[in-house]
């Protein structure tokens, strides 16, 4: 089955450092895949969709990337800030077309002042 | 910007009632989810609607489960029976097209069973 793995440990960073984040799926190749940012008691927001045939994308300080021969996905946020800190969550979509995403169990980022 | 909401934040509800959520989608999207997420576990997938009908349900949407678009705002997830194991944060989310677009989360109903 689809199979959807993050860093399981915090990551803990200093204001103004670049932030890594990784995303590693198995048995299966999403033509995309979505990462969302995720806050206490609160649901997960999106912040970026990068496909199957877009090596990188970028938004402002964020910058994800996608190889499809690793089976991986990178999360970067660069001059991080304290307002960053929150879970990260990468979720590419299911097989079956109708768009419902797998989540994995995301990334808690903490980046100390 | 336009956004989802759910109601109630947080429903306490006695083992064996039924129970039910509601969510308004954001108003020209298309395609509406239901997730659920249990204290400290992932994001979990439970069903995807598309024209009113079910276009994909997880295992953990079994027959206790059904969900309803009741007029053109509305999205509800009702759960016949509830039980212990039911207790968690549930997401609703829509999206202009299935594929390809990004999910708007609303911020959850947190349900509580005693």
């Known amino acids: 089955s689809q199979k959807i793995e993050q860093n399981s440990e915090a990551l803990n960073i200093q204001e103004g450092k670049t932030a890594t984040l990784t995303c590693n799926y198995t048995n299966y190749s999403p033509a995309y895949l979505q990462w969302y940012r995720q806050d206490p008691g609160r649901g997960p927001v999106f912040l970026l969709l990068?496909?199957?045939?877009?090596k990188e994308k970028r938004k402002e300080r964020l910058k994800v990337t996608f190889d499809t021969t690793l089976k991986q996905s990178l999360f970067h946020i660069t001059a991080s800030q304290p307002a960053d800190s929150a879970t990260y969550l990468c979720a590419p979509p299911g097989y079956n077309q109708g768009g419902k995403l797998i989540f994995g169990q995301g990334t808690e980022l903490s980046v100390k002042p | 910007e336009p956004e989802v909401t759910q109601t109630p934040s947080h429903q306490v509800t006695q083992m064996g009632q039924e129970v039910i959520l509601r969510c308004v989608p954001i108003s020209n999207h298309l395609y509406f989810y239901w997730y659920r997420q249990i204290l400290g576990q992932k994001v979990e997938f439970l069903v995807s609607f598309y024209n009113n009908e079910i276009s994909e349900k997880s295992e953990i949407f079994d027959d206790q489960f059904s969900v309803e678009r009741p007029d053109g705002s509305n999205f509800t997830l009702k759960i016949r029976s509830t039980k212990l194991e039911d207790s968690a944060m549930y997401f609703c989310?829509?999206?202009?097209?299935?594929?390809?677009?990004?999910?708007?989360f609303g911020d959850g109903t947190r349900l509580s069973i005693l």
């Open positions: 990068i496909r199957e045939n877009e």
């Open positions: 989310a829509s999206s202009r097209s299935g594929e390809n677009q990004p999910q708007h």
